[in-house]
């Protein structure tokens, strides 16, 4: 994003020395560009993540392989998990936060941007600390390891015994930081929602994806602090010698569990939430009706923020806790359903009716609706505790969160990228490009993880290194292989699309999708102070208010 | 863009929004609440459990004067505010100092205790479950009341100088909301190590 970035409508900038530029990008306090910065971020860590992905796979590919060895495989699950939940999946979704809620809400910045920018270069160094560790955990002796603990990273596999070195203290360091990062924009977020709308915007008329992230930086601030002071405990018992999941000095190691899965079920709540707030907004204007049920949809939310917090014990139900508390999660685990599937009848109940216009950005959304629905069901599958017993830590699990992660937060991303890229750079993501990669990307999906499930059916344990032949797992492995190698050409076509686009792509305009809310109302990309006069609004979609004078919102809500 | 200069309907005549430091001093207090929480729960689920001595009960003092001296200055700390939103400058640096002398006198307080556990007693972090538990405990609290002290310093070296007024008062009262929340997560450990612990 060169100096047209700034531009002013109807002031020429003349071009600056592109270290000029550079400087102005990596000393910035501006939401937008601290938006940009956290998805480009992001996606730099998608693709890492991919390809570690794609080398597992290989390595699944075939029976006895060994394209790496079962060290480097432990490595390569552990980086791809920690990377695509914290590197990936968290910076993109902030990204976009940032990048459109002062936008939405009329606002000239975030509440604090300082703060802003200081937590975007904690993530960030919190990604360089953790990838860092490839040369750095041995000492720096040039012959490195990576973290091999498994993105849960169990005691007692992170003691010093077990894990010599410093590969572990990269992954504790990185998550600790980082999460100090989350928690200071979660707290941004918090502040400019509750404190920088603009007049006429109360509560009532936020746009929905205001409120939904207003939602999961609530749940940041509860969830990821837990997680930090397991970092805390963890790194005081690897430097200081202390005992907290040390089991020969009567320490727990089911503690670390609970702290870790405390944070753990919440974050990807986290990660979908605001996935469900592109939803809310893209759905209804490429169905040309308002969101239905817009009450409902936060009261879900809300109720998913909260019961969301007292599942987490479903990832241990092997572990050999009691009745009660199998009983007791494995009810709150089902009940968590309940405001999910009215989000799903309320996204269904916007299009019935509508006048449905199929372009790339609603085709994601479309895919997500029938994903996330079957991620879900597998997910009631694996809440009650029975059925978990039986498949717990096998590939059907992989599956089932692959189906959540990928076929959600994946999807819904790609979404919110071609509907929000006119805005961000001014130019339109090419179609028949976002086609191929849509199209490619669902194919790949659904052969790989539509068939992943049956071999965790067949019994084939998650972190497996390679497998005998002859259990019926082959030819189901070579086929999930190949749909991931289709879904890497899909991403291929797509980060084509993203630098074909910003080059050549066809002028955007202000509001290429006759959209209602405040950020379609200024230029793309916005300039710098975002709004000239500070707007007011009078009722949730307020740019149809003022296309259609004659028949405004206003008058119903 | 002109044609859309003040496009949007009149603006309501009252509107107000929550003061943004307070809402962020709120949204921190709630993630360290859950921090504290997690190091509480690991100290109540290890009381007993160590495998070798000394025990809590053997080693443990109750601080009363020095709990008294850190819950005394949130009472000084909330005057200094009140002062300083009445432009009573003078009195507002009075009290500002001796609320960062009582957290001082609080600090001293665990170093003292820390000392007689470590060279008496021969508790250290990596002893036995309680000394772990114990240190990283009253350990955090006491780094937050460090950090609450060095920002309180800051804010007492601006005073002194003669730049902090009546304007200033809103940001002194966030700052006081942190320390109010560092004392009450005090009363929460002294309750968990020196009564129910023992």
């Excluded at chain 1, 907004?281 to 917090?309: D, H, L, N, Q, W």
């Excluded at chain 1, 019935?352 to 790339?360: A, C, D, H, L, M």
């Excluded at chain 2, 200069?5 to 309501?12: D, K, L």
Aim: proline share 5%.
């Amino acid at each position: 994003m060169s100096s047209s970035a700034i531009t002013i409508p109807g002031v020429q900038i003349e071009d600056k020395p592109w270290v000029d530029t550079l400087h102005e990008w990596v000393t910035t306090v501006d939401h937008k560009r601290l938006g940009v910065l956290y998805i480009l971020y992001a996606l730099l860590f998608l693709v890492v993540a991919g390809v570690e992905a794609l080398i597992i796979r290989i390595q699944l590919m075939f029976p006895h392989n060994h394209l790496v060895s079962p060290q480097v495989f432990n490595r390569l699950f552990t980086m791809h998990g920690t990377t695509m939940v914290f590197f990936m999946g968290m910076p993109i979704l902030f990204g976009f936060a940032n990048y459109l809620v002062p936008l939405m809400i009329g606002a000239r910045d975030m509440a604090f941007p300082r703060l802003n920018a200081f937590s975007f270069w904690l993530s960030a160094l919190g990604g360089f600390l953790f990838y860092f560790s490839l040369v750095g955990a041995n000492g720096l002796y040039g012959a490195g390891n990576a973290p091999d603990v498994g993105w849960w990273a169990y005691a007692p596999l992170t003691a010093r015994a077990f894990s010599a070195g410093h590969s572990t203290d990269y992954w504790a360091l990185a998550l600790l930081v980082s999460g100090f990062g989350s928690i200071g924009t979660a707290i941004n977020i918090i502040a400019t929602i509750l404190c920088m709308r603009c007049p006429g915007m109360k509560l009532s008329r936020m746009p929905l994806l205001a409120w939904l992230n207003l939602v999961m930086s609530g749940m940041v601030l509860i969830s990821v602090s837990p997680l930090t002071a397991a970092q805390i405990m963890l790194v005081i018992d690897r430097y200081l010698g202390g005992h907290f999941f040390d089991t020969q000095a009567g320490g727990s190691a089911m503690l670390w569990m609970h702290f870790f899965w405390i944070f753990g079920h919440p974050e990807v709540y986290i990660l979908i939430i605001p996935c469900f707030a592109f939803m809310s907004e893209i759905i209804p204007v490429f169905s040309r009706k308002p969101i239905f049920g817009y009450p409902v949809m936060v009261a879900a939310t809300v109720c998913i923020g909260f019961v969301s917090m007292s599942v987490w014990a479903h990832h241990m139900f092997s572990v050999g806790m009691n009745s009660y508390a199998n009983s007791f999660f494995t009810i709150t685990t089902m009940a968590v359903g309940v405001p999910t599937g009215i989000k799903i009848f309320n996204w269904l109940g916007t299009m019935w009716g509508g006048r449905i216009q199929f372009k790339v950005p609603m085709l994601f959304s479309i895919g997500f609706l029938f994903q996330f629905l079957i991620a879900g069901l597998t997910g009631v599958m694996l809440g009650s505790a029975a059925f978990a017993s039986q498949l717990t830590l096998s590939y059907f699990v992989v599956a089932h969160f692959h189906y959540t992660l990928v076929g959600g937060v994946v999807f819904g991303v790609f979404a919110a990228i071609y509907y929000w890229y006119p805005k961000i750079t001014g130019r339109m993501l090419n179609e028949t490009l976002g086609k191929w990669h849509f199209w490619l990307f669902v194919i790949g999906f659904h052969l790989t993880f539509d068939l992943m499930h049956i071999p965790g059916l067949l019994g084939m344990p998650r972190r497996i290194y390679t497998y005998e032949p002859g259990r019926g797992w082959d030819t189901l492995n070579l086929i999930i292989s190949i749909g991931a190698f289709i879904q890497a050409i899909a991403i291929l076509a797509f980060v084509a699309n993203l630098i074909i686009s910003y080059l050549k792509g066809a002028k955007a305009g202000n509001d290429p999708w006759d959209a209602w809310t405040l950020e379609w109302s200024i230029s793309s990309p916005p300039p710098p102070y975002n709004f000239a006069t500070v707007p007011t609004v009078a009722s949730r979609r307020p740019l149809w208010d003022l296309k259609h004078p004659e028949d405004p919102d206003s008058r119903y809500e | 863009m002109s044609a859309m200069a003040n496009p949007f309907p009149e603006a309501p005549t009252t509107w107000s929004l929550p003061d943004r430091g307070k809402v962020a001093m709120t949204g921190l207090i709630i993630a360290e609440s859950a921090i504290f929480t997690i190091f509480v729960v690991a100290y109540l689920f290890y009381v007993g459990k160590s495998l070798s001595g000394p025990t809590p009960s053997e080693v443990l003092e109750t601080p009363i004067f020095y709990t008294i001296c850190l819950l005394s200055s949130s009472l000084t700390i909330h005057r200094a505010a009140k002062s300083l939103a009445r432009d009573r400058v003078g009195a507002f640096l009075g009290l500002w100092l001796l609320t960062i002398a009582l957290g001082g006198l609080f600090l001293y307080g665990t170093a003292q205790e820390w000392h007689r556990m470590i060279y008496q007693h021969g508790l250290t972090i990596s002893t036995n479950l309680f000394g772990t538990t114990y240190y990283s405990l009253v350990g955090l609290h006491g780094f937050h009341v460090t950090a609450g002290l060095v920002m309180l310093l800051v804010v007492a070296i601006f005073a002194l100088a003669g730049r902090v007024r009546m304007q200033e008062s809103r940001r002194v009262e966030v700052l006081a909301l942190y320390w109010h929340f560092v004392d009450a997560v005090w009363v929460v450990v002294f309750t968990v190590v020196y009564v129910l612990g023992r």
